[in-house]
Structures are given as structure tokens and as C-alpha cells.
């Protein structure tokens, strides 16, 4: 596999896009979107590399940039995740432990954001700021809503009678 061709003056721009097409990201102007793309880093992973592993502290958001990934929960096949598709973003902003594994499926490049870099950036570029974490709220606002519309419906509930 060979890596793209970069035009001269573009060299900081290549996985720009992909980040610009995330739902999460999309509401960043390009300018915006280059500064948090400068903080990421790119890292290959052989097939079968654990790249988050259930039940430990997350400590960075992943953006699948080549290859996938497959997901498991308990030892429960959850999915797999292919190119422009990103996992882990809720250790950015929260504590707690990874809810599932996720290895790589075939050999994959990443683009890594790490909490530390990405803390940083946030507290020196408040607009910024603003923009990511209300993005963000959507993102857990939209899982909310399609959660709870998988949930069965209770006729009781739904008539008002507790």
C-alpha cells in the first residue's frame, strides 16, 4: 500500500477531511478542525491488536482512517468499524472505565487523540471549547434517543397510569 501524494503546502492537511465528516466534528469550520487534527497523531496496528481494552481507563478518542476494527462486550461480538468511523470518544470527556474491546480486525491506521493533548487544547481555545462539547451532547443526546426507542413500549406508561 502506498501513501497518498501530498500536495506541496497541503502536508498538514492529509485526514483533515475525515475528521470534517464525523458527526461529532462536523460543525467545526475547517480552521477549527485543523486545530484539533494537529494535536492527533497516526498509528498503524497489525490484525488482532488490542487497541482498547474492556474495563480499563480510556485515554484517547480513535478514528479509523485505513481497515477495521471489531468490537466485543463479554466476549459478545458488538460490531466492526470501518474507515471514517471513530470509537472511544466518551474518554475524553468522562472517567469511567471502557465498556467494550476493540482490536483490530485487519490491519489499520489510526488517528489517535489523546485526553491529555485534547484537555489542553480546550482550555486554551474556549470557542472551541464550546463547539466540541456541545457537539458532544448531541452525540449522547441522539444514542439516548435511539436507545429509548428500542426500549418496549408500555401501554400503561404510555397512558399515563402508573
Known sequence: MTDPVILPGFEGFEGVELVQKLPLFRTLTFDETRTLFAIARRERRAAGAVIIDEDALGDALYIVREGSV?????????????????????????????????????????????????????????????????????????????TTDLLPKNDKLAAGVC
Open 70 to 146: 471489531r468490537i466485543t462486550r463479554r466476549g459478545v461480538d458488538i460490531g466492526v468499524r470501518g474507515a471514517g468511523e471513530l470509537l472511544g470518544e466518551m474518554s475524553l470527556v468522562d472517567d469511567v472505565l471502557t465498556s467494550a474491546r476493540v482490536c483490530a480486525e485487519s490491519a489499520c491506521e489510526l488517528l489517535v487523540i489523546q485526553r491529555g493533548s485534547f484537555d489542553e487544547l480546550m482550555q486554551r481555545d474556549l470557542p472551541l471549547a464550546l463547539k466540541v462539547y456541545r457537539a458532544f451532547c448531541r452525540t449522547l443526546a441522539d444514542r439516548l434517543r435511539r
